[in-house]
């Protein structure tokens, strides 16, 4: 197998959940790119439809559907209509998250002061999600004795971060949940990988990195290479394992962080 095979996605299918914005809108331009027939899921029609019309006049072949991946009699649909007009599912990539509000250097954000409902709320699509995600794929790829699932964690499920509860938690389920994953589907040829990004530039949290500057500032200042993450930086990966190149890299997370990992993040002084 050449290069050019290694990671040639002609005629497999996708599906990509929380692909209207961000790095789910990443994934999806990259398997599109490298050849992928691709399902665009999101919340959101009014982000989601111009980005599927973007993608559909540069050529892509691709379609969107409004799903939550909370509601996951209407994410089984979302799989359904896939195979229904591809025939298969080869890629999925359980993306869609939520920011979790306060972090734990505001006062909101203490555990003695958790918001439980903002907590179930964050779980219910952070986690359960990625769960019904999963699910959901590996029952169509276990037929085929085939697959690529991704799922799209972040470094605050590995390090405690100053980020909230209920987002480093769901992160690091999610995290073992392809571990565990992993381990049973390699059986069917299916490989199970987590992607860990570091502080990234999206609209995640409604914009919160352009309304709170120095909350951008901070978490910049983590990196070696003091800036944000850009989503076009997590396309090599996600292509990586999404193609035939990854028939032997299963069960791991792997960093995307710009060396955040190597610099702990300090408390704000009291």
Same mark, same amino acid.
């Given at each position: 197998?050449?290069?050019n095979?290694?990671?040639?996605l002609t005629?497999?299918?996708?599906?990509v959940t929380g692909?209207?914005?961000?790095?789910?809108?990443?994934?999806?331009?990259?398997?599109?790119?490298?050849g992928?027939?691709?399902m665009?899921?999101?919340?959101?029609?009014?982000?989601?439809?111009?980005?599927?019309?973007?993608?559909?006049?540069?050529?892509?072949? @691709?379609e969107?559907?409004?799903a939550?991946?909370?509601?996951?009699?209407?994410?089984e649909?979302?799989?359904d209509?896939?195979?229904?007009?591809w025939?298969?599912?080869?890629i999925?990539v359980?993306?869609?998250?939520?920011?979790?509000?306060?972090?734990?250097?505001?006062?909101?954000?203490?555990i003695?002061?958790?918001?439980?409902?903002k907590?179930?709320?964050?779980?219910a699509?952070?986690?359960?999600?990625?769960?019904?995600?999963?699910?959901?794929?590996?029952?169509?790829m276990?037929t085929?004795k085939?697959?690529?699932?991704?799922?799209v964690?972040?470094?605050?499920?590995?390090?405690?971060?100053?980020?909230?509860?209920?987002?480093?938690?769901?992160?690091?389920?999610?995290?073992?949940l392809?571990?565990?994953a992993?381990?049973?589907?390699?059986?069917?040829?299916?490989? @199970?990988?987590?992607?860990?990004?570091?502080p990234v530039?999206?609209?995640i949290?409604?914009?919160?990195?352009?309304?709170?500057?120095?909350?951008?500032?901070?978490?910049?200042?983590?990196?070696?290479?003091?800036?944000?993450?850009?989503?076009?930086?997590?396309k090599?990966? @996600?292509l990586?394992?999404?193609?035939?190149?990854?028939?032997?890299?299963?069960g791991?997370?792997?960093?995307?962080?710009?060396?955040?990992?190597?610099?702990? @993040?300090?408390?704000?002084?009291q």
């Amino acid at each position: 197998m050449d290069a050019n095979e290694m990671f040639d996605l002609t005629g497999q299918v996708a599906l990509v959940t929380g692909a209207a914005s961000g790095i789910g809108l990443a994934c999806a331009e990259i398997l599109a790119d490298s050849g992928a027939r691709v399902m665009l899921t999101s919340r959101h029609a009014q982000t989601l439809d111009p980005q599927v019309a973007r993608l559909r006049q540069a050529g892509r072949d @691709v379609e969107g559907l409004v799903a939550d991946v909370a509601d996951r009699a209407g994410l089984e649909q979302a799989f359904d209509a896939t195979i229904a007009k591809w025939g298969k599912l080869d890629i999925a990539v359980a993306n869609a998250g939520i920011s979790g509000g306060f972090g734990i250097v505001q006062p909101e954000g203490m555990i003695e002061r958790l918001p439980l409902q903002k907590y179930l709320d964050v779980i219910a699509i952070n986690q359960h999600g990625v769960v019904h995600t999963v699910q959901l794929a590996a029952q169509r790829m276990i037929t085929n004795k085939y697959g690529r699932i991704i799922i799209v964690s972040s470094i605050a499920g590995l390090a405690s971060e100053l980020t909230s509860y209920a987002y480093s938690m769901s992160k690091a389920a999610i995290q073992h949940l392809g571990r565990m994953a992993g381990r049973q589907l390699a059986q069917y040829n299916i490989m @199970v990988n987590v992607i860990a990004p570091g502080p990234v530039y999206t609209h995640i949290g409604d914009g919160a990195l352009d309304r709170f500057p120095e909350v951008a500032k901070r978490f910049a200042g983590i990196i070696p290479q003091n800036r944000l993450g850009r989503t076009d930086e997590l396309k090599g990966v @996600v292509l990586l394992l999404a193609s035939p190149a990854a028939s032997f890299i299963n069960g791991t997370v792997i960093p995307v962080d710009g060396g955040a990992l190597t610099m702990r @993040v300090p408390r704000q002084p009291q």
